[in-house]
């Protein structure tokens, strides 16, 4: 399957705990993006890379949200300080820039945060 | 700011009857329009997207969206429902000066019964 990956699928943690999720892009796509997913809504936009560099964050990613794509490949999203208001289904998802702005993203199948 | 509505919690359709979901967005600058589907437990499949060009576009499995300016919507489509088709569908734009993020609706659910 050479689609987006996420891991852990699941992750249950407790309130303040710190944790980490993986992401894998298409190979091909140098931009990559996450979301956030609450029950009953849309994903919301939270960051995005092109190659390593992050060039976009929204105002919904405190200080306690960090995330990285060193080599332009994987990323990672960490949250230190874990509340239950972080519940929610994280998504990643990746796009090319051959055809600008028109780029569909492809997500892969997220990553559920439960916050005890 | 861009935004994307949604105004139908959920759609009911009988197997074999055309279906519509609806989508209104709200832009500066030019829409970039993208439908999804999620399945229960899955990420978000793309359907179809408008970009420019004629402004009826056909997508994947057997589904259209039609392009209104005037009207500001891109309201999905397909001529005949099928049971598999029920699951939470999302409209998203990107507006052609927000950069490159998707502003989603808060999804559809559509219920195919046989």
């Known amino acids: 399957d050479t689609g987006v990956s996420q891991d852990p699928r699941h992750k249950i943690t407790k309130r303040g705990q710190n944790v980490t999720f993986r992401c894998d892009p298409i190979?091909?796509?140098?931009?990559l993006y996450w979301y956030r997913q609450t029950l009953g809504q849309g994903p919301e936009f939270l960051t995005y890379?092109?190659?390593?560099?992050?060039?976009?964050k929204s105002r919904l990613l405190s200080d306690r949200f960090s995330a990285e794509r060193p080599k332009g490949s994987f990323s990672t999203l960490e949250i230190q300080r874990t509340e239950q208001g972080d519940s929610a289904m994280y998504l990643c998802?990746?796009?090319?820039?051959?055809?600008?702005?028109?780029?569909?993203?492809?997500f892969g199948p997220g990553t559920r945060l439960t916050v005890l | 700011a861009q935004s994307v509505a949604q105004p139908e919690d959920q759609v009911n359709v009988a197997e074999g009857n055309p279906l519509t979901v609806k989508c209104t967005y709200s832009?500066?600058?030019?829409?970039?329009l993208f439908w999804y589907v999620q399945y229960p437990n899955r990420g978000l499949q793309f359907l179809l997207k408008y970009i420019t060009g004629d402004n009826l576009v056909k997508g994947s499995y057997g589904f259209e969206a039609e392009f209104n300016k005037s009207q500001t919507s891109f309201h999905l489509k397909k001529p005949s429902a099928l049971v598999s088709d029920s699951a939470l569908y999302f409209c998203?734009?990107?507006?052609?000066?927000?950069?490159?993020?998707?502003?989603f609706g808060a999804g559809t659910i559509l219920r195919v019964k046989s």
């Open positions: 998802a990746s796009s090319d820039t051959l055809a600008g702005v028109g780029n569909e993203q492809f």
């Open positions: 890379f092109q190659n390593e560099a992050q060039l976009e």
């Open positions: 190979s091909e796509h140098n931009r």
């Open positions: 998203a734009v990107r507006g052609d000066s927000y950069g490159n993020k998707l502003v």
């Open positions: 832009v500066s600058g030019n829409p970039y």
